[in-house]
């Protein structure tokens, strides 16, 4: 009965004219980066986190949710039409959905691809609805020392599943915690490694980071590469409602992409990537023909759109029951809550219920939304895959300067953008991904201050964090973790997958 008394006071926070409304903008602003190579959720997200600050927390985190669902519908639209993927997780879907519509079946990719995401998102809006409350229960006993752990474990798993050498993963996880350090110690009231500039005394701005790291560093990265010709499906996509074969190949490939997403997009590192890769492998494996995979085969469409949609929704649970972000676009979810003045973690189910049901249940309107955009809209995004990219790029440029600097109406955090987007861009011709420098930056103080307390009830004792059974248990995973993945024979399987 407390469930469903926790979803009816999320539909009412829901169905509020201004949640309705910046619910409905998350989606198509989300559809629309999905659309539109090169942008990306984060970089989004990034540009549109100062508007936060105007908005209630509950109707910012709607909006924002809604961007991160939504980029993986509209990836799918130009994995499918044009055979490039709007959105990293829809580049499965390129190999079978671009093979159905040279073959005059964009219509049924589309389709399919469309509820197969709707499907998903509905099933894991009521898996986080049954989740969350008795893993918040748990989290609730968490101390000092457990936290420190469970962060521990969320930066090894980030790790773990980052592209490229360990070690450079290690490397920028090592950044973004001393980037955490830089500002004034909460303790002391020093100011510490500002060099005298009284701009860092307050820290390092996550927007300034993140906007740098994922806005300016994709915009020089694209500029870089060669004009791709985009060889978009010319006849008129027509057929919008599968046949019923179509729907019996597609659906027990949807309910396995559903188990898939909601399994992996809850572990460290996981989320939309991940899943739709890891489904792919699934269908193929257990296909009476795999070799139909790669030539239009319906199943490698529903599969991972319905896997990528699935593991994007379930990387909130982490994030709303534990405080503890599976990917950096959940780390800038948080970074979002802490600029609302909301920690993240287990109380916000108790101390903002109207925020934590709020956001499940608009997940419900969201993905409806989504599918009404996304289908009977075809023709408008098709018209926007014309616009070449270096009409986009000045705009995005602007967006990201007027949005970092109107959080503090400082130039120096423009600047700061700047740096960072250099920075982004040496890091990526080097073979690191910045994606766990941000997830480093974001967790870094809150592990500074439960390990600070926690030294302080122990009295200085480090074995704290051991002798308690469940932070030992914590350190022990995060430690497995790294031993296994420096196996040599799980590296080159790891760099193998990486690959494929």
């Known amino acids: ?48 986190l100062p508007i936060t600050f105007t908005l209630p927390p509950t109707t910012a985190i709607i909006m924002l949710a809604g961007i991160y669902y939504g980029s993986q519908y509209g990836g799918s639209t ?62 609730l006993r968490f101390a000092a020392p457990e936290y420190f752990s469970l962060m521990v474990v969320g930066l090894v798993g980030a790790v ?22 830089v500002g004034t110690d909460i303790t002391s009231g ?18 300034a980071v993140a906007m740098g790291l994922f806005g300016l560093t994709e915009v020089i990265a694209n500029l870089e590469s060669p004009t791709e010709s985009r060889e978009i499906v010319s006849q008129k996509v027509s057929g919008l409602m599968p046949t019923r074969a179509d729907l019996r190949a597609a659906f027990p490939a949807m309910a396995r992409g559903t188990a898939i997403g909601s399994a992996l997009g809850v572990l460290p590192g996981g989320g939309a990537l991940l899943s739709a890769f890891t489904s792919y492998i699934v269908e193929k494996k257990v296909a009476k023909d ?12 529903a599969g991972p759109e319905s896997a990528n949609n699935a593991g994007a929704q379930a990387s909130f649970i982490p994030m709303l029951t534990l405080g503890i972000p599976s990917n950096p676009v959940m780390a800038m979810m ?40 996304n289908l009977p809209l075809i023709g408008i995004w098709v018209a926007l895959l014309r616009v070449p990219y270096r009409m986009l790029f000045p705009a995005i440029l602007l967006f990201c300067a007027i949005g970092v ?51 302080t009830v122990s009295r200085g004792n480090p074995m704290i964090f051991i002798e308690r059974p469940l932070s030992a248990a914590l350190l022990a995973i995060a430690t497995a973790l790294l031993l296994i993945v420096i196996l040599p024979n799980v590296r080159r399987g790891r760099e193998k997958a990486f690959q494929e």
Request: proline fraction near 5%.
């Open 290 to 301: 795999p070799s139909r995979f790669g030539r239009g085969a319906i199943e490698g469409v």
């Open 190 to 207: 020093a100011q510490r490694y500002t060099f005298g500039v009284q701009n860092l005394a307050d820290g390092v701005g996550v927007v």
């Open 405 to 455: 600097y109107s959080v503090n109406n400082a130039t120096f955090d423009v600047l700061l953008t700047a740096g960072f987007g250099l920075f982004g861009y040496v890091l990526l011709k080097l073979g690191f991904e910045p994606a766990p420098m941000l997830m480093g930056l974001i967790l870094g103080p809150m592990m500074e201050e439960n390990m600070r307390r926690a030294m």
């Open 160 to 181: 773990v599943l980052a592209h490229g050498s360990v070690l450079k993963a290690i490397g920028v996880v090592l950044v973004g915690l001393l980037l955490g350090l």
């Open 334 to 373: 948080i970074g979002a809550l802490l600029i609302q003045g909301i920690a993240p973690g287990p109380q916000v189910m108790t101390k903002q219920p109207e925020l934590f049901w709020g956001l499940i249940a608009s997940m419900w309107l969201g993905n409806l939304m989504l599918v009404i955009i």
């Open 1 to 48: 009965m407390d469930l469903i008394a926790n979803l009816g006071l999320g539909l009412s926070v829901t169905f509020t004219p201004t949640n309705v409304l910046f619910c409905f903008i998350g989606a198509m602003v989300g559809t629309l980066i999905g659309v539109l190579p090169g942008i990306g959720p984060l970089a989004t997200m990034a540009m549109l």
């Open 78 to 139: 130009t994995a499918i039409l044009v055979n490039i993927p709007g959105e990293s997780s829809a580049v499965v879907t390129c190999l079978d959905g671009h093979q159905m519509a040279r073959q005059g079946r964009a219509g049924a990719a589309l389709a399919v691809a469309a509820i197969g995401s709707f499907f998903a998102g509905c099933v894991v809006t009521v898996l986080i609805a049954l989740a969350a409350p008795p893993l918040s229960a748990i989290a």
